[in-house]
């Protein structure tokens, strides 16, 4: 016999069609329904049926969807799988390096079972954390992820459920943890049952319906929510989660759902015996959001740092149009600031928001490496017009530049797919939903973003719904081994070791960095305690003067010449040096 189990709160009468036969449910306390069932064990498909209404709905909890999200959902024996990862211990965040990847692009194919076979390129490049975008159910054969409708079920286009626990599973036989990417901010606009069965959704925002986390009934759709992050990092052994958006989860009451989540993440800790991390991506800069629970803080463990990304990206590229203004505006000097605190805006004018913005970080308490850092992430290279990558724009030595700062931040450091050896692939934005309306939706919807952040409207916009647009984002897997793309991954596979090498480079406190910078020659100096990191962005030769003798060069982008206390560098280089004692 097989329980099934079902929440409808506010429904007459709930029926559940097992391989065929529906079988009446009786309502129990919480607004749920049970029966016990005669069926044929794993693999048994069912449906509900909810009042009269003869349209049988898949499980909302559903941890199998081999037919996809509009059809029968299938019973799915989660200890049935042989994991070999008995001796695993975890990863934590922090001193990681993470590695962003989108599993049906990081291929061609496009599966769990290749993107193992390339789990041996991450462990040889240093990195220790995979951080895989969203793996669930959705509607359509590719799509970002991000509109996804079975929130328990993953994803045939990759490999199912058994296919992402392989994955999970050979990444920790390599020392590789692995990161998920969750979405609990909105639900997909096609295959999005929930409302059918009890009150789910309270409104909306721009991605679609929002959860109803603190109405009447919402005991329940914060159950749903963190019951889910619980069984990925229980039931598949991920490591940890990236919230995505959590600015979009509308929450008034006295116990966050963040706060609740991080509390059962815990005690789940305490349970499976290895680090658990939670990463929200959060645009309030508000320092609440990575303070502990015990100093009052929602207890997330990293959050994404977008105003340390825009710095970067605005002093590399010169770039200001939409949310990069205040940052271009800020340039080196704002750059340097970030570097030391975390937020650009705390508490300062937003032009972009219009309107004041963030709080300060007090870097005497709050470590940084519970800001999570990168040159490139899937949002800021997909969410451009043509969804192109730094390589298109910047030189080998500004990107080498750019490494280096990245690398030598006191940040958690992440880099997405490809970024390691320079991919000249474009990362688009794609999806494809069978229906013709919401494919013709997703196109003006796009357009209309672009203007709003202010690309030029003569860009051309390549089509989402394009199969073109998903295969040309695959990554080409023959650049690494052809110059100057072997070169940059070299650098990378240094700049990392030396992270890991040299105590000074993962020290995260942010009260203990130093910064100099000179607008004019743009250049910078990091102080990383007897280590300097000097970066010259310009387009001149520069002799930059040290408070000491450099002692040793620990790796330098181009030939660099030390007298005395000073060390001159060609254009668009860096070096990293430890000084004399």
């Not at 306390?29 to 003869?54: H, K, Q, T």
């Not at 590789?176 to 959704?201: E, K, T």
């Not at 721009?206 to 159950?223: C, F, K, Q, T, Y």
């Amino acid at each position: 016999m097989a329980e099934y189990a079902v929440w409808a709160p506010e429904k007459d009468r709930v029926r559940v069609v097992v391989d065929g036969e529906a079988f009446p449910m009786e309502r129990a306390a919480g607004g749920w329904w049970r029966v016990d069932v005669e069926d044929n064990g794993p693999g048994s498909a069912y449906a509900f049926l909810i009042d009269d209404d003869e349209t049988p709905l898949p499980d909302p909890r559903s941890a199998w969807q081999p037919s996809g999200v509009h059809a029968a959902s299938r019973r799915y024996d989660h200890d049935a799988f042989w994991w070999t990862d008995q001796a695993w211990t975890g990863r934590t965040l922090a001193g990681s390096v993470l590695y962003e990847c989108h599993i049906g692009t990081f291929t061609d194919e496009g599966t769990f079972d290749a993107a193992i076979e390339k789990l041996d390129h991450l462990v040889a490049l240093g990195v220790d954390m995979v951080e895989v975008l969203p793996v669930n159910a959705v509607d359509g054969p590719r799509n970002w992820g991000y509109d996804g409708v079975g929130w328990y079920a993953v994803t045939e286009n990759y490999g199912g459920p058994d296919g992402f626990k392989r994955f999970v599973d050979s990444a920790h036989a390599r020392g590789l943890g692995v990161v998920l990417d969750v979405v609990y901010n909105h639900l997909g606009p096609s295959g999005a049952y929930l409302d059918r069965f009890g009150p789910y959704f309270a409104g909306a925002n721009i991605w679609g319906p929002s959860l109803n986390l603190d109405g009447a009934w919402s005991d329940e759709v914060r159950r749903f929510a963190i019951d889910n992050a619980l069984m990925w990092l229980r039931d598949f052994h991920v490591d940890g989660l990236r919230i995505d958006a959590v600015h979009a989860l509308r929450d008034t009451r006295a116990q966050h759902v963040l706060e609740q989540l991080s509390k059962e993440v815990t005690a789940l800790e305490a349970h499976v015996g290895r680090p658990l991390s939670l990463i929200a991506e959060s645009d309030l800069n508000d320092p609440r959001m990575i303070t502990s629970r015990d100093a009052g803080g929602l207890g997330m463990d990293a959050q994404w740092a977008d105003d340390i990304h825009h710095s970067l990206h605005t002093v590399l590229t010169g770039e200001s149009q939409g949310y990069y203004s205040d940052f271009a505006e800020a340039d080196l000097a704002g750059l340097a600031h970030v570097l030391t605190h975390g937020f650009l805006h705390e508490g300062t004018w937003s032009s972009f928001r219009k309107r004041t913005h963030g709080a300060p970080v007090d870097t005497t308490r709050i470590p940084g490496h519970r800001f999570v850092t990168y040159l490139q992430n899937h949002d800021q290279i997909g969410n451009r017009a043509t969804g192109d990558r730094l390589t298109q724009t910047l030189s080998p030595g500004i990107l080498a530049c750019g490494a280096a700062l990245l690398f030598t931040s006191p940040f958690t450091p992440m880099l997405f797919m490809g970024e390691e050896w320079g991919a000249r692939t474009p990362w688009q934005f794609f999806s494809y939903f069978p229906a013709e309306g919401l494919r013709e939706a997703v196109r003006k919807g796009r357009t209309a973003e672009f203007a709003e952040h202010g690309w030029d409207s003569d860009v051309e916009v390549p089509d989402p719904n394009a199969e073109s647009t998903f295969t040309d984002s695959k990554l080409d897997w023959t650049e690494p081994h052809q110059e100057p793309h072997k070169t940059l991954f070299a650098l990378y596979k240094e700049l990392i070791a030396l992270r890991r090498a040299w105590p000074e480079l993962s020290d995260p406190w942010l009260d203990e960095v130093g910064v100099d910078v000179h607008p004019e020659a743009r250049t910078l100096v990091i102080h990383r305690g007897r280590l300097r990191v000097l970066v010259n962005l310009g387009p001149e030769q520069v002799t930059l003067e040290l408070a000491a003798p450099v002692e040793r060069i620990l790796l330098a982008s181009e030939p660099v010449v030390g007298e005395g206390d000073a060390l001159t560098m060609p254009a668009e280089a860096f070096a990293i040096v430890v000084l004399e004692s």
